[in-house]
């Protein structure tokens, strides 16, 4: 996701709890990773697991979640 500044995951209200949750959906089948990049105000997101439906919505939450929070979306 394309921010319009550098921001950190920390900053974003509620996204720790939101990936905590989504994690615990997963089960032992999938994980999540979220980073923000070192150069460039970009978060990247990765999620994994065996229903493809399931990790595509996940994924989309949470790049709507950071998009509204910083404004980029």
């Not at 939450?61 to 979306?73: A, F, N, Y």
């Amino acid at each position: 996701v394309r921010t319009t500044e550098k921001i950190g995951i920390e900053d974003i209200p509620g996204f720790s709890e939101q990936v905590a949750r989504m994690e615990e959906g997963l089960g032992s089948c999938g994980r999540i990773l979220v980073r923000a990049s070192g150069t460039e105000p970009v978060i990247r997101v990765m999620v994994e697991g065996e229903d493809e439906d399931l990790i595509d919505t996940m994924a989309c939450e949470l790049c709507d979640l950071i998009k509204r929070s910083c404004g980029s979306g």
